[in-house]
């Protein structure tokens, strides 16, 4: 069992920046990627950025390349998600996950369902 912990989000104005955390408990030793999606309701979770728990690798979305960065710590067992420039569009419930690859599906997946509690991001215009 993982348990996943978030904190940051809010509400800013279009051209901010935020930055969203999310701690690891539990049994971090099965983790091989950490991941953040989004969500609005009524709408399936979406893929934004994965990374290897050993920070090497990320994995952007096409809509949030360039603008956000995600980032480990797995000695703290922290990951991050940096928002910059951010738009009204990126207005949602935004959660961290633990996440693996399908090659079948060809999409970034939370198999075991490791998901952190959820943290709103509510953009201006």
């Not at 930055?19 to 091989?32: D, F, H, Q």
């Not at 990627?33 to 979770?45: A, I």
Request: proline fraction near 1%.
């Amino acid at each position: 069992q993982v348990e996943l912990e978030q904190s940051g989000g809010g509400l800013v104005q279009a051209g901010d920046s935020l930055r969203l955390s999310c701690v690891a408990s539990g049994r971090t030793s099965i983790i091989k990627y950490m991941g953040w999606f989004r969500q609005n309701s009524g709408l399936e979770r979406t893929f934004l950025a994965a990374a290897s728990w050993t920070g090497t690798d990320t994995y952007y979305a096409d809509s949030v390349k360039g603008r956000f960065t995600i980032s480990i710590d797995n000695a703290k067992n922290m990951v991050y998600l940096q928002m910059d420039s951010l738009k009204s569009a990126d207005t949602a419930d935004y959660f961290c996950g633990v996440v693996e690859y399908d090659e079948h599906a060809r999409a970034w997946t939370a198999p075991d369902d490791y998901w952190g509690q959820g943290s709103r991001v509510t953009v201006s215009s």
